[in-house]
């Protein structure tokens, strides 16, 4: 699928992440089980998918069809950054066919002694047909990731940075700016937990959404409504 199809297939549209990380209720180590939350999303209409790991790639993209945004969530000494952070994990998720590869393009410290300019440079140029997704958490960011040729700007770790406001719902203003400025699409992902908070991410010019412990993430799911009833 190339970058105008994709774009087409998702441009407003709600796309659901379907991830599990060891320490998690639906990570299995023996294999892969998030292709079944896959088929739920898939069954509820979402256009594309979004995963962690490479074996949740290959097992959703077998058992949907649909095309996945791929991102390797891994914790090297030295990278605040955690998702998709080097050059093996890239070639990891081109290998297996992810349509979308998603990168932490935040401007945090780096391990490797690169700087993230650096490294998204030579992503592209490895990969100059790919559609690349641009992680980030504040404007500047954005812009940076956009300027540096990525195709598709995330607000996905806006809250989660020390340079990031911290909230308890979506990042509405950051999305405004961004698809105000940028001449790609603008993702609005992060802290959507209630399907009025998805449709006003919408409004606020987000071309898609995603959303994914709100409906992925039965532990989160299950603590929100634990505190609510325990704090009524």
């Not at 993209?61 to 950054?81: A, S």
């Amino acid at each position: 699928m190339n970058k105008e199809e994709f774009f087409e297939r998702i441009k407003g549209q709600m796309i659901i992440s379907c991830q599990a990380i060891p320490g998690e209720p639906l990570y299995v180590e023996e294999k892969s089980v998030m292709y079944l939350m896959a088929r739920a999303a898939k069954m509820a209409g979402t256009p594309a998918i979004r995963t962690s790991s490479i074996r949740d790639v290959a097992a959703i993209k077998e058992e949907t069809g649909l095309p996945v945004i791929g991102l390797v969530k891994i914790q090297y000494p030295g990278f605040e950054g955690y998702i998709t952070p080097t050059m093996k994990e890239v070639d990891e998720l081109a290998a297996v066919g992810s349509d979308v590869i998603a990168l932490d393009c935040t401007l945090r410290k780096r391990g490797d002694g690169k700087t993230v300019n650096e490294f998204m440079t030579e992503v592209r140029q490895k990969y100059p047909d790919a559609i690349l997704m641009a992680d980030i958490s504040n404007y500047e960011e954005g812009i940076n990731a956009w300027k540096l040729g990525m195709d598709i700007v995330g607000t996905t770790m806006s809250g989660y940075t020390e340079d990031s406001p911290k909230t308890d719902g979506p990042d509405y203003e950051l999305v405004r700016r961004l698809a105000e400025t940028v001449d790609v699409p603008v993702i609005g992902e992060g802290k959507i937990h209630y399907p009025d908070q998805a449709v006003k991410m919408l409004d606020a010019g987000a071309f898609a959404i995603v959303v994914g412990g709100a409906i992925t993430r039965p532990l989160e799911i299950a603590n929100r409504f634990m505190a609510a009833v325990k704090n009524r």
